[in-house]
């Protein structure tokens, strides 16, 4: 009796949040440990999958692309150039260069964009002018991300080790073999290459990249 | 079974190593490459997978210079003009690329300036890429050089 009657008034006591934490500590007493680990197995399948799917989907160019700040300014610059379309058909999209493939920093870079989400509600590039004004500072972003992971993005597929210098030009192939001595990372030459660049580019880099990076060291 | 010595096999032998001697020092200069040069002579190999970027002759006094290289990847309009990148005077030198010629700092009231003239940014109205390939028509042009 005295159980009976106690229950409901424990069950009561505090707010929700308190009925939330009193209900997860208690043992199971009804349920076997077979469903318990079962369902968990399940449920665990159902939540990570679905968490991965997300990740993907806001990973797809079609997801970029969603939004008029991106499908109307960088979107079309980038239809021009040599990653979205060439002889092979191989296509570099937006995540490709601009998320990290490594679970760990892809989930830092997920983090940094609820930033971009702010600026979308903010409106503070939805129209060409305001890109237009915004285009160095946006450039630097990524120019300042590009340095600092000795273009990581870029590296995901190309490979200094499997460059055929033969192959190249004999311009590429002097100024690569240059570079590389000099440790110089892709972005250090290759701005601009998906997207058109903000004016004075060259000087712009140098004076907030390359002439910073090498200071600090 | 015999156990004695194998002199059929050293007269082969023999016989074989002193014609061989003697065929090796008569036919050393002989001997016919299949590359159509001798054997010991270098031969320099065009590498013919790889454009060459190197500077072309003009085809008459005025021709602004060709362009050596592929210019489609490289940004020209008001904001930017990386062609620039190497080949303004302030460059030029880290790049070992040539130089815009004076006159493209010479603004068109004839002032000298540090900077690439406004009537000479757009490079490709005036220098232009090659493209290896077949000419779409028949074309007598020949060089004044050549006439």
């Known amino acids: ?217 | 079974m015999k156990t004695g010595v194998p002199w059929k096999a050293i007269t082969i032998m023999a016989v074989m190593a002193i014609s061989g001697l003697t065929a090796l020092s008569a036919g050393a200069d002989e001997v016919q490459s299949l590359r159509g040069v001798q054997v010991d002579e270098p031969v320099v190999m065009e590498p013919t997978a790889r454009p060459k970027n190197e500077r072309m002759q003009r085809a008459y006094r005025q021709q602004p210079p060709l362009v050596p290289h592929k210019v489609a990847p490289y940004q020209i309009d008001l904001k930017v003009n990386q062609c620039l990148n190497c080949h303004d005077w302030s460059n030029a030198g880290d790049h070992n690329a040539p130089t815009l010629s004076m006159t493209h700092y010479t603004d068109r009231d004839g002032k000298q300036t540090d900077a690439v003239a406004g009537n000479r940014w757009f490079c490709t109205q005036c220098h232009v890429p090659q493209v290896n390939a077949e000419p779409l028509v028949e074309n007598e042009f020949k060089s004044s050089s050549e006439r």
């Open chain 1, 1 to 217: 009796m005295n159980t009976k009657n106690e229950k409901p008034e424990t069950a009561k006591k505090g707010n929700i949040i308190q009925r939330c934490w009193r209900f997860l500590r208690k043992p199971s007493a009804t349920l076997s440990f077979g469903f318990l680990v079962g369902g968990g197995i399940i449920a665990g399948i159902i939540f990570w999958g679905g968490f991965n799917w997300t990740m993907e989907m806001t990973n797809t160019e079609e997801f970029c692309i969603g939004c008029h700040e991106m499908r109307e300014n960088v979107y079309q610059e980038y239809k021009e150039t040599v990653h979205y379309n060439n002889a092979s058909g191989v296509r570099a999209v937006c995540s490709d260069c601009h998320v990290p493939k490594e679970w760990g920093h892809k989930m830092l870079r997920k983090i940094q964009a609820s930033n971009e989400v702010l600026h979308k509600v903010l409106g503070s590039i939805d129209t060409p002018e305001k890109f237009e004004a915004k285009r160095l500072q946006l450039a630097t972003n990524v120019w300042k991300a590009m340095k600092t992971t000795n273009s990581r993005e870029c590296r995901n597929c190309h490979d200094m080790q499997s460059m055929d210098f033969v192959v190249q030009g004999t311009r590429a192939a002097k100024e690569h073999s240059k570079g590389f001595k000099e440790g110089k990372t892709c972005i250090d030459c290759h701005q601009g290459i998906a997207h058109s660049l903000p004016a004075n580019a060259y000087k712009e880099y140098k004076t907030r990249i390359t002439d910073v990076y090498h200071n600090k060291q």
